[in-house]
């Protein structure tokens, strides 16, 4: 069983909270607008982390990320993108990379609004943890986590931070 904490949208920003509740994960996914390098540093010394750069990040996080993500946590394969839509409503470039193959889980960030469900039509789960950082409308920050248990998602809870 792995523990995986989820976040997006930091835009540079960084609160110790996010060390607090990302404490003791395994692994932690940035679904982009990471904003800095220096926040995947951080994030980094926390636990092994994987992420993909978002509309918003400059070349430093670039050639340090890729655009599309995929891998696999215990039996479970996992698909990162930070332009992702939401199910019914998905970005043309995901709907295409979800036809050819589709993953048990689905990250994406970008809208800022936290979103977890199932897809029943690709069957899949699919998280947006919403924006950790400061940039953006949204009057709650979230961040997520959860256990991946061969191919099973469990224990999801769901930091919020009023601004």
């Given at each position: 069983m792995?523990?995986?904490g989820i976040?997006?949208?930091t835009h540079a920003y960084w609160d110790d909270r996010y060390a607090e509740f990302l404490k003791g994960c395994d692994e932690i996914w940035h679904a982009g607008d990471i904003g800095s390098y220096e926040i995947m540093?951080?994030?980094s010394q926390i636990a092994t982390l994987r992420a993909?750069?978002?509309n918003c990040d400059g070349q430093d996080v670039r050639r340090s990320t890729t655009e599309i993500y995929r891998f696999k946590v215990e039996d479970a394969n996992i698909m990162l993108k930070h332009i992702g839509g939401s199910p019914d409503h998905y970005d043309h470039a995901v709907r295409d990379q979800l036809l050819i193959e589709t993953p048990d889980l689905f990250v994406c960030g970008h809208?800022?609004?936290l979103k977890v469900m199932h897809d029943k039509k690709f069957n899949m789960l699919f998280i947006n943890p919403g924006a950790a950082?400061?940039?953006g409308w949204q009057k709650v920050r979230t961040l997520v986590r959860?256990?991946?248990d061969g191919k099973t998602f469990k224990n999801l809870?769901?930091?919020e931070i009023k601004r």
């Open positions: 792995k523990h995986i976040l997006s949208d540093e951080r994030l993909v750069w978002g809208s800022h609004i950082g400061l940039q959860l256990d991946i809870e769901v930091l």
